[in-house]
């Protein structure tokens, strides 16, 4: 899970990064991207990053930057959503990034939960 994160965080910045702080080329390749959804998931590249390490080195406080993520990922994707249904210029291929964006962030969660916050909660009880 944690090479997931940083992985995704890295790829997340560069890709950003590029559309936002590059030559027009790469807007151009972008077609019609939200900007709010584009400048959420640059710096969410670097949230990305903390939590992976984060889970690596075992911190339950990893747990609650995955929950963080997927919610205000979650929240972004439903604005998008409301962005498309009133007629807003969009790429389809920023409706699949979010999708697959949303399903990783909440299967992190749902297994840093799993694995951090409630077995180091178990250790405490057992100790």
Known sequence: MALIAVLFG?????????????????????????????????????TYIIAGVGIALRQQWSV??????????LFVFALLGWHIFTDGAYELRTVAAMTLRSTVWTVVFALT?????NIK???RRIS
């Open 10 to 46: 890295i790829m997340t910045i560069k890709s950003g990064g590029q559309v936002l702080f590059s030559d027009d080329s790469y807007r151009v390749a972008a077609g019609d991207y939200v900007p709010s959804v584009l400048w959420f998931n640059f710096v969410a590249g670097f």
């Open 64 to 73: 609650w930057i995955a929950f963080y993520i997927a919610i205000s990922t």
């Open 113 to 117: 939960y799993r694995y951090l916050y």
């Open 121 to 123: 909660n178990e250790e």
